[in-house]
């Protein structure tokens, strides 16, 4: 054990010499700093100053080359984590985030109608949306050519259900899909076949929210909501 520390004594006595003998012929010729700081690990290792044995040398570039690797990877997550100013993008809540959007779109337009345009209504659509995904019931039964789900709810789900799907029928139409919504007393039956064995198994995977989310079209309808030039579904 005395042996031990007498030996890890003499090692500490040996790596603080060489970090401050290196520090000396850095100060004194600038021209190592350059090569450490420009070397990439394809090039050779720079050759130790004179008077300085090998194996210390080579001890003291290990050390400083895996600070300087750590340091990088800390500058890497503080990006990750914080992005260039250090301030949070995400708005905190979907329905917001989408207002937040369609409105900064609006005001970035010369061209905006501010006398037509309606918040409110978007805002209306969304909640629609939001009653729909989370708290309407999908009872789904597969068919042999496609699926058909009854889709309920009750006061508010029930109105958005109401809304909402039908709406979806001519969007599902042009992928294709022969799709239609009969009434129900809670809700709404939506029915999607097609001829293509494929597309039945790909409608069966789906399911109704899978299917709801079908088309490019919610996005484009959001601001045109927003700009009065549609009436919500």
Avoid: C
């Avoid at 401050?20 to 100053?49: L, R, T, V």
């Avoid at 029915?191 to 996005?219: C, R, S, W, Y």
């Amino acid at each position: 054990m005395v042996s031990w520390s007498w030996k890890a004594g003499i090692a500490s006595i040996v790596i603080i010499a060489a970090t401050a003998y290196a520090a000396a012929q850095m100060s004194s010729h600038p021209e190592m700093h350059s090569q450490m700081g420009s070397g990439g690990p394809d090039q050779p290792s720079m050759s130790p100053p004179t008077g300085m044995p090998a194996q210390m040398h080579a001890h003291m570039m290990q050390m400083m080359q895996g600070g300087t690797r750590s340091g990088a990877n800390q500058d890497n997550m503080m990006g990750m984590h914080g992005g260039t100013t250090g301030q949070p993008t995400l708005s905190g809540q979907d329905a917001f985030g989408a207002i937040q959007e369609v409105v900064q779109i609006l005001q970035a337009d010369p061209a905006t109608d501010w006398s037509k345009v309606k918040i409110s209504a978007l805002r209306q659509h969304l909640i629609d949306m939001s009653e729909v995904t989370l708290h309407a019931v999908a009872a789904e039964r597969n068919l042999d050519n496609g699926i058909e789900i009854a889709v309920t709810g009750e006061v508010r789900t029930l109105d958005a259900i109401k809304r909402t799907v039908p709406a979806h029928i001519t969007e599902l139409v042009k992928l294709g899909w022969n799709a239609k919504a009969e009434d129900l007393p809670n809700g709404v039956k939506l029915t999607v076949i097609t001829n293509d064995p494929k597309e039945a198994i790909k409608l069966h995977a789906l399911g109704f929210m899978g299917i709801m989310v079908q088309g490019g079209h919610h996005q484009p309808h959001h601001l045109m909501m927003a700009k009065g030039e549609m009436l919500p579904h």
